[in-house]
């Protein structure tokens, strides 16, 4: 019944022909450009990497060797793991947490000053500069950055100008490059969220707790910092996702011992030419980052209509 109510208020609202029309593309992205292609990579994953001459004959039967070989590898036996890829997959999900927990501490600061500002000239001035580098290609500004953490790049002469250092810090292959690429890949996707819901914060309420003596810290902890919540999460939600299924940033900015888990589905589906091993690969960083984002929801009582905020 609650359902049918609000179908009659969209159409209500939208027309016939309009809400029609904004129903069938919502259809279409959601069946045709999501629910397909995970579906048909779902079904690739449970299949047998064939010629394409025994496709659909007798050999091409439902298989769980590919998610074994994730675990076990190429041997599949269960006392010996793939502790090869198994690292790698722990260390992308654990880097992606990383770089969440790096933009959520850079972005609440200001995101909170521009909340409140509520469009003042310096605030819209910020926001400008931080969106006009975004006006440059991804991969371009990964390489703008290799360049500026390289040996000869920006940051090590400046150290050794100032006599700092007395040789360039490999900042490549100690990974600060790439930590550095992802967090400011998406640092717009934590900042936004979290304005948005901050700016709709009454500051009488900060006034009031102010006059009644409550420090910053506390301010921030009761009142400001509750009201941000769906800000919060979104934001993480959308920065942990894009980080740990990312591809260009770990290619350009990784050192040799910093394999992404997306490097491997790349190599599996490009190099290799497995599609189906590449796919269940792909699952199961899918699924595990869901389970990750519901389980931390969950830990913090966020429910989807607050991301949806």
Known sequence: MKNQMIFSQFFKNNGK???SILMFLVLFWVVVLILLPQLSMLDYSFHYNLPPSEVGGPKDVYTLDNYKYLLYGADGHEGTYNTVD?????????AAMAVTILDLILCYPLAYYLGQARGQGLARLLVVLLIIPYWINEILRAFALRIIFGDSGLINEVMMWMHLIKEPIDFIRADVALYA??????????????YNVIESLDRNQIEAARDMGASWPRIHRRIVIPHAKPGISSGMTMV??????ALAAPQILGGPSSLWFTQLVY?????SLNWQQGAAYAIVLMISSIIIVLTFMKIFKVNMGDIGK
Not at 240 to 245: D, P, T
Not at 267 to 271: G, L, P, R, S, V
């Open 86 to 94: 198994l690292m790698v997959f722990v260390r992308t999900i654990i």
């Open 181 to 194: 690429g992802l967090g400011y890949a998406y640092i717009l996707l934590m900042l936004f969220p979290m």
């Open 267 to 271: 190599q599996w589906f490009n190099d």
């Open 17 to 19: 022909v309009m809400g």
């Open 240 to 245: 942990f996702m894009l980080s740990a299924g």
